[in-house]
């Protein structure tokens, strides 16, 4: 049998400020070398979707000009759609701007509320000093603790609401909003992060548990995701942590 | 205040001392003199003629080949040393570069380039009589922020002044910054035709596009449409909304689509629409994205001659289209260093379209045998390295040469986005291994063939570096 995925990539022309692109390529990657055949849509301004057009959403994260136009549209035309693939188990990751927007609402920091999609119950407040810098956090999957490296650079605090669960647990770095100790959120299938880099190349451990979550919706709880080396992206993202941990790289001048 | 005297006199013992110590004396003399006399830059650019280049890419390229003009045509030109683009780079040019002894004052031609940041400070104080606006692309978004803004300090800028303003037609965000100003500006850019001709012949073959900013019109909200595009955000364009579209360009560039701009001595033609005047020329320094800089300081010059002289405006034009030919590559920007019988070539990437043109033109260049990439993450570089994913690799992947390397502070990234285009690497390791690499890959080069190093900005200074005491090359960055 010839799987097919379908990525749906978000707003790709106003959203895509750190390396959003790179995600989707990660995912495209490690399942073309699967065997698994994969499809792009973009699904921006004058672009329709319909339940079920998609096995995985892609929504990333934009400049404040950009950012004002994409939500226009998601509050008013895609909105309603989004919020049911997401309870319908449809995979999401969600970067930034875009995991924002899933949340209540943003507040700016002169107190002036932004309405976002309300799809999920956390809240966003802005704050005047961002927060720029390497991450790493660690997260649970299968039993084992896993680490995983990236970049965060948000002025926005989240917090998240009564029950919501959080994705990954800080290390280093700020994650949600500097206070608790967490990063990003889940809830069903829909993932929601601060953590660029790009994410997910280095980081194939999250790759391969969004593509086997969309595999197993899409083709039975037991399909299993072909084994699939991660030595460059394991030796990636080592670098990258050893790097962050003043280890190694220091310039010569 | 009467403080010129003394803050040029600590400017140029400083600039002393520094020399002695061997360092390059480019800003600390500025930041030196300005910390005595705040309006120092202001005091030193009266009564100057000034042409101030700005913009996210290309301005060291556009600034030199603008020097080397001026010069041909007679003038004496004072100009910052690359990089040297903040005000305490400039306050430096300004205090410590003398004019040739008896030159008259009419003669002297100050050419800046200036940090787009600091550009919106100082403009109303260096009063240019021409502010050249290359393009506008994401940069170091840990820095900068948003692109509208940084389009809103330049303008912020020259309104301060009542500089003639040079834009690039074709750059969506440089060009509107004229709307509102259209008696004191002149366009340049790609003829339509060429743009045409170009996307005919070069189909898109990307798998997944690169990102992209400004396809959007900042004022409506609504997406361009685009006639035709050169590459980024470039092209013609039009608001299907408010109806603003690519200006109609005096200085415009035409070219044979089937050539390759990448090769040296490609040919092209350049064409003053005010008058008809059209000049064939030669491009000096090669890559598609130089035939950009190339019109702009064609366009640059043709406007400060007319500044300076009553002539026939066709004659200016020809005098400025001939002056090109006086061009040479500089170092850091496409300069190849002989090392025995092989070459090397560095060409600086600050930013994702720096990246995309410099791979594009590796994978069209006939003598690239390898390819090394250096990647870091220092506070000048950008302490993100995400936007290394925003560029296509993929499409120009199986173009790049047979061999490549990969080094820098986060060796780790880069050789992962490569490694995701599809391609091995022949080599990588941090930057103590650099040098290392570069042997090897020197080993394996054939006579005449040519190793192109891609560094970012603290990776090519800490390359030059180990270049003259590891692999003995002699100090070939003059400043």
């Known amino acids: 049998m010839q799987e097919k995925l379908v990525i ?3 707003y790709p022309d106003l959203l895509n400020l750190y390396g959003d692109r790179g995600n989707v390529l990660a995912l495209m990657r490690r399942a073309q070398l699967r065997g698994i ?3 792009v849509r973009r699904i921006s301004i004058g672009d329709n979707v319909s339940n079920g057009d998609i096995d995985i959403g892609f929504i990333g994260g934009g400049q404040d000009c950009e950012q004002n136009i994409m939500a226009d549209d998601m509050r008013n035309v895609k909105g309603e759609v989004i919020k049911q693939m997401i309870e319908d188990g449809v995979v999401f990751l969600t970067v930034c701007g875009g995991y924002q927007m899933l949340g209540r609402y943003y507040e700016e920091h002169d107190g002036k509320r932004i309405e976002c999609l309300g ?9 005047k000093d961002r927060f720029i810098n390497d991450t790493i956090y660690e997260i649970e999957t299968d039993g084992q603790t896993v680490t995983v490296a990236g970049f965060e650079n948000h002025s926005g605090r989240t917090y998240l609401g009564e029950g919501q669960k959080p994705f990954m647990k800080v290390i280093k770095g700020h994650g949600n909003n500097g206070e608790d100790g967490y990063e990003g959120t889940r809830y069903k299938n829909t993932f929601g992060t601060y953590s660029h880099g790009s994410l997910l190349p280095k980081n194939p451990v999250i790759t391969d548990m969004l593509l086997s979550l969309a595999l197993k919706r899409k083709y039975g709880e037991d399909y299993e995701l072909p084994e699939l080396s991660t030595e460059t992206e394991d030796l990636a993202r080592k670098q990258a942590i050893d790097y962050i941990n003043g280890k190694e790289g220091k310039a010569s001048q | 205040m009467g403080l010129k005297a003394p803050a040029k006199a600590a400017a140029k013992i400083t600039q002393g001392i520094l020399r002695l110590m061997g360092r390059g004396a480019t800003t600390l003399p500025g930041r030196v003199a300005i910390s005595l006399c705040p309006d120092i830059i202001r005091k030193c650019a009266q009564g100057k003629k000034i042409i101030t280049i700005t913009g996210t890419n290309g301005k060291t390229t556009t600034t030199h080949m603008i020097t080397s003009m001026l010069r041909s045509l007679g003038y004496e030109v004072i100009t910052n040393v690359s990089g040297a683009n903040l005000p305490s780079g400039i306050a430096t040019t300004f205090l410590c570069e003398k004019p040739a002894r008896g030159v008259t004052p009419d003669k002297i031609v100050y050419v800046l380039e200036t940090d787009e940041a600091a550009f919106a400070r100082i403009a109303k104080d260096l009063q240019p009589k021409i502010c050249l606006v290359t393009n506008l692309f994401r940069d170091q978004l840990d820095r900068y922020g948003e692109l509208t803004h940084t389009r809103d300090l330049i303008a912020k800028g020259i309104d301060e002044t009542s500089a003639r303003m040079v834009l690039n037609a074709d750059d969506s965000l440089v060009a509107s910054m004229g709307k509102t100003r259209e008696g ?9 035709n060429t743009m045409l001709e170009n996307n005919r012949l070069h189909p898109d073959n990307t ?9 959007f019109c900042p ?3 609504v997406r361009y ?6 590459f980024g955000h470039l092209g013609d364009f039009e608001c299907p909304s408010c109806g603003f579209r690519t200006p109609d360009k005096r200085y415009e560039l035409s070219y044979d689509a089937s050539g390759n701009p990448s090769d040296e001595g490609f040919e092209f033609d350049m064409t003053d629409t005010g008058t008809g005047t059209t000049c064939s020329m030669t491009l000096k320094i090669a890559g598609s994205h130089n035939l950009y800089n190339t019109c702009a300081a064609v366009a640059a010059v043709t406007e400060f001659l007319k500044s300076e002289n009553e002539g026939d405006e066709d004659k200016l034009f020809e005098q400025a289209c001939r002056s090109q030919g006086s061009v ?3 170092f850091g920007r496409m300069e190849k260093i002989a090392v025995g019988d092989k070459y090397i070539c560095i060409l600086l990437v600050k930013n994702p379209v720096g990246l995309d043109r410099s791979l594009s033109f590796v994978a069209q260049s006939s003598d690239a045998d390898s390819l090394m990439l250096v990647l870091n993450s220092n506070a000048a570089d950008g302490r993100d390295v995400s936007w290394i994913w925003d560029v296509d690799f993929e499409s120009k992947a199986k173009d790049l040469p047979g061999n490549i390397y990969v080094s820098g502070q986060r060796y780790g990234d880069m050789m992962l986005r490569v490694a995701y285009s599809g391609r091995n690497i022949d080599g990588y390791g941090s930057l103590e291994y650099a040098t290392t690499l570069l042997k090897c890959a020197l080993s394996d080069c054939p006579a005449g063939k040519c190793i192109y190093i891609l560094p970012n900005y603290t990776a090519m200074l800490d390359l030059r570096g180990r270049l003259v005491k590891e692999l003995k090359l002699k100090d070939f960055w003059k400043d």
Not at chain 1, 119 to 127: D, I, N, Q
Not at chain 2, 225 to 230: H, I, K, L, P, W
């Open chain 2, 207 to 215: 798998i997944l596009a690169a990102s992209s900013d400004a396809t």
């Open chain 1, 119 to 127: 799809a999920l119950p956390h809240y966003t407040k802005g704050e």
């Open chain 2, 184 to 192: 004191r500006a002149t366009y340049f850019g790609l003829s339509l």
């Open chain 1, 8 to 10: 749906g990539h978000f």
């Open chain 2, 219 to 221: 004022d409506c909200g």
């Open chain 1, 37 to 39: 055949e994969v499809e």
């Open chain 2, 225 to 230: 449409n685009y006639n035709a595009t050169s």
């Open chain 2, 328 to 330: 040479e590559a500089a």
